[in-house]
C-alpha cells in the first residue's frame, strides 16, 4: 500500500463550497441561499424571495453554483419537466432543476451569464412551467 491517495477529479462538483449563504425566516419555513457567487445569492435574495413566496412555489433550499466558463453562444432556453422535477437548461454550461416535493432549486450557471439575466428571465422561464399546473 503506498501512501500517495488517488485523487479523483469532481467533474460534478458535487463538493464545491457555497460560502455565500442567506437565510430568513417566513413563518414556520426558512428560506436558505448558499452559492459559491456572491452576486448570485445576492441577486436571488433581493429579487426572487420577493417574486416566488414558498407558499407560491415551494421553495425553501437555493444552491447555485457558479461554474467554469463555457460558451453560451446561440445558446435557447430548454424546459423539461417530470412529475415534481422540473429542469432548465440554457446553452452548455447552465442548468437549473426545481424539486418541488423537496422545495429545492440547485442549479449550475454558466460565468457568462449574468445575475440579473438569471432572475429576470432564467428563473421567470423554469417557474413558468408551474403555472400550468
Not at 12 to 29: E, H, W
Not at 48 to 59: E, G, L, S, W
Not at 68 to 86: F, H, K, Y
Not at 99 to 118: N, T, W
Amino acid at each position: 500500500m503506498t501512501t500517495d491517495s488517488s485523487w479523483h477529479p469532481d467533474l460534478l462538483r458535487r463538493f464545491i463550497a457555497t460560502p455565500f449563504v442567506f437565510c430568513k425566516s417566513q413563518g414556520a419555513n426558512q428560506i436558505c441561499i448558499q452559492s459559491n457567487d456572491l452576486e448570485i445569492a445576492l441577486s436571488i435574495r433581493r429579487s426572487c424571495i420577493a417574486q416566488y413566496p414558498p407558499d407560491k412555489f415551494n421553495v425553501l433550499t437555493w444552491k447555485l453554483i457558479r461554474d467554469v466558463p463555457v460558451s453560451t453562444e446561440d445558446a435557447q432556453i430548454l424546459t423539461v419537466t417530470d412529475g415534481s422535477l422540473r429542469a432548465l437548461s440554457y446553452g452548455t454550461g447552465t442548468i437549473l432543476i426545481h424539486d418541488k416535493q423537496r422545495a429545492e432549486v440547485f442549479g449550475f450557471i454558466s460565468a457568462q451569464v449574468k445575475a440579473e439575466q438569471l432572475v429576470s428571465s432564467l428563473l421567470p422561464a423554469l417557474f413558468s412551467l408551474q403555472v400550468q399546473d
